[in-house]
């Protein structure tokens, strides 16, 4: 079973690589082309926009990537003693077929494997700890939750097969004009019932048991969500994937695939904060008013602006996010939606652990733990500890133990005071933080995702975090918004919101 999906996978993977510029082939430019296209946001999100878009229009047009900050966004590193360690998004699933892609087009490669050993912690003690043994862990994961376990991998599997649809339905050029049509299109009314949901809900639902969902599930959504299992099941369930094996970054820092498309796709850089855009009309050749939009900004040399055709916003509208005034537009559009992002810090320690912290009898140097998830009780503070690994691995490197001094990063929803530093440390050389408003704060029942439409040919591509945030996701919505605006603006409606996609492509590959 497991060989039949891994093989449509990889025929996905290499159907994906084969029709990257499907867009671009098939149009029927019978609309003149658009001559500028601004985008909001240098993460991989606005920059996989500018790369997908290119593919879609081709070189003619001109296309402007608006950075406030670096270059990245919330994928970003930080340099300790002579190296950079990843401080925010850090790990990619192996089923992430848009950043394979990325990697494979850019010339980039994974960054070397190092194994890695979890432990999960109560607050005082470790309650368990991964052996070197497949068969140790096996049986006692089987011991104390019976086949929960098991059934959780073919739970999130079944899920995965679903959502690997999207990438045969990107590939044949479909697009979807809301984050629910997109979701529904790839797991029907399920996945629109998930995004509803509590992932407690959805798994008791489904028989797990509240045992299990307390001691494994919840510490999962912690360290990739820093949220109890009352998130939402679609994101719930990603986070869950993102416990599976195979994880990998990109060597030398995930954010170099940033860098990396801005230049593939010839995209030129602003430096400048986006404050205001609006809609300006125009006469056109044809004697009718055309509508356009003026971006506003401020860069080094002070405020300007200038108008384009279409515009992407690739950056939350959300509170403490960006603050993007949108003015002449009806129905208005909001500056900040609805919802909150989640605040995770980061911090960044060079020191050495104090094991007994963590209420282990075991002698430092032979504590290899590399990753400690906790319980969602009173007693964590702290949502993980990691031992990290720099984004490019030296020769000749392997894990060491916790009686050498080494970078650890700690999550926690708040800044961590010199009390928890010392309790959880012997002894430091340094300690950075950094506050990530992260990703959403979930909470179902949606009350409604944000539109991918803002207006005519004005779109909100982090309207998808509301299903759920990571890399790939936005990645996928970069694809999807690219196709959008392209049939869009080439009025081919056929290509748009088509139902039942999966049966009448079925046989297609
Ligand atoms: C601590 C942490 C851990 C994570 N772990 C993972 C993980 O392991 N795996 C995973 O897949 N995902 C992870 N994520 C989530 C992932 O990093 C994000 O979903 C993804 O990077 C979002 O990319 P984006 O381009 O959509 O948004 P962003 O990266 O936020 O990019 C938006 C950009 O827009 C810029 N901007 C904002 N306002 C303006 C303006 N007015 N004008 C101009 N520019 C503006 C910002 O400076 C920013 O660079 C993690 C995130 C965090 C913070």
């Given at each position: ?68 900050g670096t270059v990245g966004g919330r994928l970003a590193t930080e340099n300790i003693g002579g190296y950079e360690y990843e401080t925010g998004g850090s790990i990619i699933h192996p089923l992430n077929l848009h950043m394979k892609h990325f990697l494979d087009r850019l010339g980039l490669s994974p960054r070397a494997d190092v194994s890695s050993k979890l432990a999960i912690f109560d607050g005082k003690e470790l309650t368990f ?227 007994s912290y963590l209420g282990t009898t075991e002698k430092p140097e032979r504590f290899f733990v590399s990753d400690v998830l906790t319980l969602d009780n009173k007693a964590s503070e702290i949502h993980s500890l990691s031992s990290l690994n720099p984004v490019k691995i030296p020769k000749g490197y392997s894990p060491s133990p916790a009686s050498q001094h080494k970078v650890w990063k700690i999550f926690s929803s708040q800044p ?94």
């Open positions: 079973m497991a060989l039949r999906h891994l093989s449509v996978k990889a025929l996905l993977f290499f159907g994906l690589c084969q029709v990257g510029r499907r867009g671009f082939a098939s149009a029927p430019e019978v609309r003149e082309a658009p001559k500028k296209i601004a985008i909001i946001g240098g993460g991989i999100g606005g920059t996989a926009a500018a790369f997908f878009l290119r593919q879609e229009f081709g070189p003619a047009v001109k296309i402007e990537v608006f950075e406030a700890e991964e052996s070197d043994w497949f068969i140790v862990n096996f049986i006692r994961m089987l011991w104390r939750y019976g086949f929960n376990f098991i059934r959780m991998h073919m739970w999130v599997e079944g899920i995965l097969d679903k959502f690997m649809r999207i990438y045969q339905y990107q590939q044949f050029g479909y697009s979807f004009s809301s984050v629910e049509k997109l979701l529904h299109a790839m797991g029907g009314d399920g996945f629109l019932t998930l995004v509803n949901q509590t992932l407690e809900e959805a798994m008791l639902a489904e028989g797990f048991s509240q045992v299990f969902l307390n001691d494994v599930v919840t510490p999962v959504t912690r360290v990739n969500y820093g949220q109890s299992v009352r998130i939402n099941g679609f994101v719930g369930a990603i986070a869950l994937a993102g416990a599976d094996s195979g994880l990998w970054a990109v060597d030398g820092g995930n954010k170099m695939v940033c860098s990396g498309l801005l230049y593939h796709s010839k995209a030129e850089l602003v430096p400048a904060r986006v404050t205001a855009i609006s809609m300006k009309m125009r006469p056109s050749k044809t004697g009718s008013a055309a509508n356009f939009y003026e971006v506003n900004y401020v860069g080094e040399s002070g405020a300007a602006h200038s108008t384009y055709d279409i515009v992407v916003v690739a950056t939350p509208l959300h509170q403490g996010m960006s603050d993007i005034n949108f003015s002449g537009f009806s129905p208005p559009i909001p500056t900040h939606f609805p919802g909150r992002y989640h605040q995770t810090v980061a911090t960044l320690v060079h020191g050495l652990l104090n094991v961590l005071s010199q009390k928890n530093l010392q309790q959880i440390f012997l002894s430091w050389d340094s300690v950075s933080e950094k506050r990530w408003l992260a990703y959403p704060s979930y909470s179902p029942p949606h009350r409604r995702t944000p539109p991918f439409i803002l207006h005519d040919r004005l779109y909100y591509l982090n309207a998808v975090e509301w299903a759920a945030s990571a890399m790939e996701m936005s990645a996928i919505s970069a694809r999807n918004l690219a196709l959008l605006a392209h049939h869009r603006w080439y009025e081919q409606t056929a290509k748009i919101n088509q139902e039942d996609l999966h049966t009448r492509l079925k046989g297609e590959l």
